[in-house]
């Protein structure tokens, strides 16, 4: 059960690696230029990777809250809540985010509403941050309320 625990903590910290990278770039980049922007965008290639971690942080802290639900009802209820904001912070991708990457092809295509996308990506990542931020303080409750 430790190494359940010790493996969402990680994970959590993991995907708040990418997300909190975004939050803190955003005063930066906020006020770039066009041309400036989408040659700064170049640097997310192969960022998808970071699905691969996002979705096993979901589940394994849902594993985590089916182990302990019974026995430990406080680190169940917190790992719940962390795999949900997890799903949330997915969400938040795919309704802001997401659209953005599409309608500029991962922002290698220069559309005439790319100043609105641009607000949707970068304030979608910051609210995205927050979420996960708030996700992997729910999975050290886990494990503080566990312990």
């Given at each position: 059960?430790?190494?359940l625990r010790i493996i969402a903590l990680a994970l959590m910290a993991l995907i708040l690696i990418p997300s909190g990278a975004h939050l803190f770039e955003l005063p930066?980049?906020?006020?770039l230029d066009r041309d400036s922007y989408f040659i700064v965008q170049n640097i997310y290639a192969g960022w998808?990777?970071?699905a691969v971690p996002i979705f096993a942080a979901i589940l394994v802290n849902i594993g985590l809250y089916f182990m302990e639900r019974r026995r430990h009802p406080?680190?169940?209820h917190w790992a719940l809540i962390a795999a949900s904001l997890t799903v949330i912070s997915l969400g938040i991708f795919f309704a802001w985010i997401f659209p953005a990457n599409q309608a500029t092809a991962n922002w290698t295509t220069q559309s005439e509403n790319w100043?609105?996308?641009?607000?949707?990506w970068e304030y979608g990542h910051a609210v995205n941050a927050v979420v996960v931020g708030c996700a992997l303080l729910?999975?050290?409750l886990a494990i503080v309320k566990r312990t």
């Amino acid at each position: 059960m430790i190494v359940l625990r010790i493996i969402a903590l990680a994970l959590m910290a993991l995907i708040l690696i990418p997300s909190g990278a975004h939050l803190f770039e955003l005063p930066g980049k906020i006020g770039l230029d066009r041309d400036s922007y989408f040659i700064v965008q170049n640097i997310y290639a192969g960022w998808s990777l970071f699905a691969v971690p996002i979705f096993a942080a979901i589940l394994v802290n849902i594993g985590l809250y089916f182990m302990e639900r019974r026995r430990h009802p406080a680190t169940a209820h917190w790992a719940l809540i962390a795999a949900s904001l997890t799903v949330i912070s997915l969400g938040i991708f795919f309704a802001w985010i997401f659209p953005a990457n599409q309608a500029t092809a991962n922002w290698t295509t220069q559309s005439e509403n790319w100043e609105a996308l641009r607000r949707n990506w970068e304030y979608g990542h910051a609210v995205n941050a927050v979420v996960v931020g708030c996700a992997l303080l729910a999975s050290v409750l886990a494990i503080v309320k566990r312990t």
